[in-house]
């Protein structure tokens, strides 16, 4: 009887963890700035994050800097971008597997 019940709460743990994930498997333009100093987020520093159907995300796999100068007059701290991205959002960050600015020249 203790291996069922520990049983239903394992599956139902499984369960619920990976409904928590959502997958971007598909290329997707998203807007990418400064979490901090564009989307308001609370962080302790200038960190990239993204905004994807109105909500944002800091983003792990790829950090500010890798994009040129976060401060510079068009950088991430000044101005928000587009950008292609895939990966998959767990526990409110997104885990990029792609990122790549588009142009808008």
Not at 69 to 94: L, P, Y
């Amino acid at each position: 009887m203790k291996k069922l019940i520990f049983m239903i709460f394992l599956f139902v743990g499984i369960s619920t963890q990976a409904q928590s994930k959502k997958v971007i498997d598909k290329p997707t333009v998203v807007e990418a700035a400064c979490g901090e100093c564009q989307f308001g987020m609370k962080g302790k520093s200038c960190d990239l994050a993204i905004r994807i159907d109105g909500k944002t995300y800091f983003v792990d796999g790829t950090k500010i800097d890798d994009h040129g100068d976060a401060h510079a007059q068009d950088g991430f701290c000044n101005a928000v971008k587009k950008a292609t991205v895939t990966g998959t959002i767990e526990k409110n960050r997104f885990k990029a597997t792609s990122f790549t600015l588009v142009n808008e020249k």
